[in-house]
T-cell receptor, first 113, second 112 residues
Framework: AQSVTQPDIHITVSEGASLELRCNYSYGATPYLFWYVQSPGQGLQLLLKYFSGDTLVQGIKGFEAEFKRSQSSFNLRKPSVHWSDAAEYFCARNSGGYQKVTFGTGTKLQVIP | EAQVTQNPRYLITVTGKKLTVTCSQNMNHEYMSWYRQDPGLGLRQIYYSMNVEVTDKGDVPEGYKVSRKEKRNFPLILESPSPNQTSLYFC???????????FGQGTRLTVV
């Protein structure tokens, strides 16, 4: 069964510092990968997605992610974090032929002044 | 405005009393899903629907039912709720299972 692992439950960074959130997925052909953000009390919003092509994907709010097939990873990055980025971040995947969507357990980001 | 609407937003009920959480989308999406979100477990898919009258189990379907009689609506039914179904529930829709999902605002359910 396909799976998604987010090894960091909670991350704290200082405002203005860089950020990297890790995501590993189980091996499978042609993964469709997503990062979503959930602000407190809200639903989830798509940050970016990868289907094919360029392995460095740009998203909204200054986020980017890099797909690395050799490492089965799809890590999310941001060069300079803003206080408004404090939220919970979820990595998700599907792949051609699978109809289910699998989410990771999430990483809660805290931003300190 | 494109949106997924869930109702109610908050619900407290007693064990065994049947309830339905409604979900409606206005984007003509074919794929719809229900998830439950629990601390430390992320979002887990309960049921999904590929189109009208086509539904299938996700990873945690026990104790839930769904129906898809119309494209826009995908209600979640708990025939006999139990306390372990206390959770935050999200409905989502997308063009297919491989495209961006649009989420509702969530329904916080407490079963006592």
């Amino acid at each position: 069964a396909q799976s998604v692992t987010q090894p960091d439950i909670h991350i704290t960074v200082s405002e203005g510092a860089s950020l990297e959130l890790r995501c590993n997925y189980s091996y499978g052909a042609t993964p469709y990968l997503f990062w979503y953000v959930q602000s407190p009390g809200q639903g989830l919003q798509l940050l970016l997605k990868y289907f094919s092509g360029d392995t460095l994907v740009q998203g909204i709010k200054g986020f980017e992610a890099e797909f690395k097939r050799s490492q089965s990873s799809f890590n999310l990055r941001k060069p300079s974090v803003h206080w408004s980025d404090a939220a919970e971040y979820f990595c998700a995947r599907n792949s051609g032929g699978y109809q289910k969507v699998t989410f990771g357990t999430g990483t809660k980001l805290q931003v300190i002044p | 405005e494109a949106q997924v609407t869930q109702n109610p937003r908050y619900l407290i009920t007693v064990t065994g009393k049947k309830l339905t959480v409604t979900c409606s989308q206005n984007m003509n999406h074919e794929y719809m899903s229900w998830y439950r979100q629990d601390p430390g477990l992320g979002l887990r898919q309960i049921y999904y629907s590929m189109n009208v009258e086509v539904t299938d189990k996700g990873d945690v379907p026990e104790g839930y039912k769904v129906s898809r009689k119309e494209k826009r609506n995908f209600p979640l039914i708990l025939e006999s709720p139990s306390p372990n179904q206390t959770s935050l529930y999200f409905c989502a829709s997308s063009e297919t299972e491989n495209t961006e999902a649009f989420f509702g605002q969530g329904t916080r359910l407490t079963v006592v």
